[in-house]
């Protein structure tokens, strides 16, 4: 780096800094001590859908063993840069979403109510991280919530209980959305499997299809009966979409892909696996196949 790039580099990066000082400045400190008077702690959300799923050891952590109660609110427009599919269109969250995602979310401990936002009363707004000056793209989504309200959780650990899909025990269980997909990353490799089910939209299976032909389809009529199969599965792949939020939530044996752009989707624990390489996808695959 030449002394021009170096004084351009300080500058541009103590102006963001002011930037930054001056936009949390601006924002209020919400409610940061958990309802001790009251038996139901009530949350809310707009979405995204996998951001739900990121924030329920937050709210695990807020209830503090009280019941849950879930408001999303819905129609909000797209957070989505423009070209990047989406199966709301331009909504975050539709009445579909929250009948799709209710069903796995009160199997949960403590989840009594899981609604669309009307009128309720509520402790916890869960969106208000995205009031702070951060950027999104980077971090760890389930921290988001944690630095907002001065709280943690150990997410080494399942925060998602479901009862495997026994049929899938043996089966590679993949989810590749059209977004956050890695440059260079080709999923060809696995037409040599035959034990390759996909879940997620019909689009993203026809087009994964092509690279594998003996690629088998999964439909599902909930998140719950999505989160059956992958509990259930041999192990599973995905890209930063939902279905790899569920594989996260319940500590399957899983492998992600990162995408450069936005790596703000962080594995930990037992059995995490992640990648932006095509020769060590290729090589994890290939592990956990053998195992």
Not at 132 to 141: A, L, M, V
Not at 150 to 176: C, M, Y
Not at 276 to 284: A, G, L, M, V
Request: hydrophobic content about 40%.
């Amino acid at each position: 780096m030449n002394i021009f790039q170096r004084v351009y580099a300080a500058v541009f990066t103590s102006a963001i800094k002011q930037i930054y000082i001056r936009s949390l400045k601006k924002v209020s400190t919400p409610e940061l001590s958990p309802v001790l008077e009251v038996e139901t702690v009530h949350f809310k959300h707009f979405g995204l859908i996998g951001d739900i799923i990121y924030a329920i050891p937050a709210m695990q952590a807020l209830a503090q063993g009280r019941k849950i109660h879930l408001h999303l609110q819905i129609n909000q427009k797209s957070l989505y840069k423009k070209g990047m599919n989406h199966q709301n269109k331009d909504k975050i969250l539709t009445e579909k979403s929250v009948e799709l995602l209710a069903p796995l979310l009160l199997t949960q401990p403590n989840f009594t109510v899981c609604d669309i936002l009307t009128d309720q009363r509520i402790d916890f707004d869960l969106d208000y991280f995205r009031k702070y000056p951060f950027d999104y793209n980077k971090g760890h989504i389930c921290r988001w919530y944690f630095q907002t309200f001065g709280i943690t959780s150990d997410l080494g650990r399942p925060w998602l209980q479901v009862e495997p899909h026994a049929e899938f025990k043996n089966e590679i269980v993949v989810a590749r959305s059209f977004r956050y997909r890695a440059p260079g990353i080709s999923y060809a490799f696995l037409k040599d499997f035959t034990n390759i089910t996909h879940v997620g939209l019909k689009e993203e299976f026809e087009d994964l299809k092509k690279e594998i032909p003996d690629l088998k389809y999964k439909p599902v009529n909930n998140f719950l009966e999505l989160a059956a199969v992958i509990a259930g599965c041999k192990f599973f792949i995905g890209n930063q979409s939902f279905p790899f939020a569920v594989a996260e939530a319940l500590k399957v044996t899983r492998v992600l892909e990162v995408y450069f752009e936005c790596p703000n989707v962080i594995p930990e624990g037992k059995d995490a696996y992640d990648f932006c390489y095509q020769p060590q996808f290729e090589k994890i695959v290939a592990l956990l196949n053998n195992q």
